[in-house]
């Protein structure tokens, strides 16, 4: 944009700011209370302490609750990838029924966890199907589905034909332009999918709630835990899972902006 | 990849069988289940089981018991506003990442978004204890001088929700504006400006104008996401911040009316589906759009 006039760029700014810091703070609240005391909102700076990281390993629940979500999310991430990547490339370049199969797999993103989770309780108890991680699994899947799905697409659409073309040109097989061209230029949409489609699993809470058995993943867990309020070792685990949450944002953003781009645009 | 026009049989049977895998992930685990589910609207319970026979009775009680039309209206309501706020946080902010230059632009942006991946439950708590009698809002306005003790005011009621879903759910508004704001050929701007436009002119009749189908979008997504929302309001809200989400999810639990239930997401597919509709009607325009 042009160069705006001072006093409006100074608004904008402080807005901005506002804007930041409010986006921020339920971020900052647990942080400081991780390695300080708050009772009734005044932090007590005096004490700084990493006693509730201590206390965070030897919570049982979370910890549990902790590696259950992993197991969901790489059991999420593998299914949607493979499927998300096969649907993809079916539907390539295809006109017939790609439309309506794309709205169908768009269907649970669209609309509100409740209705998919719901929709997916129901479904579950008609085909007798218990509620366990499985269906944990299943639902997180569905949802992710779209992510994947569209991240590979775009990437196969950038792609150029004149490379498939070349391949088969030379001689190559259907398999093997798939392994040696086709696979190869996916593979970094494909891990940056993996990465998104992980970090809505790990967070995932609606339809999880609705859809989970006995063993709860972690935002679950948290969620029941809450009604009675927190452990201080709760704080820890927010500031370890926002670490974590970084550095997953800046590994999607490596995997998912080609390096060309981000060159142009710096 | 397909291997195009290629008649042999056995080929054409591997291409059918491939087309019928390709449909049956969405359409049984997704399709399958939304039937199933607008069917069970159509049934009704009887002592805690559920009676395979088809009703309206679900969507008479709807439209009928003075408790559901009410709150279904409120929670409209409440989304809307919530989207309201959303976008003229969202607008400003996106505003003057798009006079940013470069690197900056976009590790602001990346700021800005990221906290979008952090944990949504951990996010409400976090906001319930910041709005909370003791919270650090009432103690900064109690500090500032502007409240003389601290307030109810935020403290497990609608207002609660409306600023605890606002703030959730700034991100996904500028996000849409921006994208749409960076759309905007610089050159337009520049003919303005050689036109003898002041600032404010080119904003209010360049700027502006191009940049509504972003705000659309971004507030059918706010939307959207704040009226599918049960977290929150349960979180939040109290006895008095009754949500449609809240009467839905407990249809589901303690109610146990599976049907009912359905039939009142029924309703909320309605409404999001016409949200969205909206969204994609207004943002679409002009080719600026996502």
Redesign the interface.
Known sequence: MSALPRPSTIFLAAITTLVAVLLYSPLFVPIVSSFFTISHGNVDWSSPTLSTYVALAENHDILTALRTTLIVGVCTVVLSVVSGTLLALYYHGRRSGRSILQFIIFLPFLMPPIISGLALLIFFREIHLERSLLTVVIGHTVFVLAIVYRTVLMRLQSMSRTLVEASYDLGATGWQTFWRIILPNLSSAMVGGAILAFALSFDETMITILVTGTQSTLPVRLWAMMRLGFSPDINALVALILMFTVLLCVLAARFLIPRQMATERT | ???AGSTHPAERRLSLL??V???A???I??????A??LV?SFFSVDQGTIIYAPTLGNYVRFFTDPIFLPVFWNTIVLCVSVAVICIL??Y??A?????LK??WR?A?L??????L???????????R??L?L???L??ALVAVGILDQPSTLFVFNMNAILLTLS?LL??FA?LPIFLS?ERIP?TL??AS?DLGAS?WQ?FLRI?LPLSLPGVASAASFVF??A?????TPQ?VGGISGFTF?RI??SQ?GTAYN?PF??AL?VA??IV?ICA?LIGERFGRNRGTSL
């Open positions: 990849m397909s291997a491939v087309t895998l390709a449909f992930l969405p359409v685990f997704v399709l399958v289940p939304l199933i589910f069970y946080l969202a400003p902010a505003y003057f990442l798009t006079t470069g690197r976009y602001l990346m700021l800005l978004l990221v906290p991946l952090m944990s949504y439950v951990i996010k409400i708590y976090a906001i204890s910041i909370g003791n919270g650090f009432n103690k703030l700034i991100p500028i704001l610089q701007l520049r400006d600032g080119t700027t959207v996401l009226i599918g929302d049960f977290l979180m989400g839905l999810y589901f599976w239930g359905a997401s909320l597919a999001v969205i």
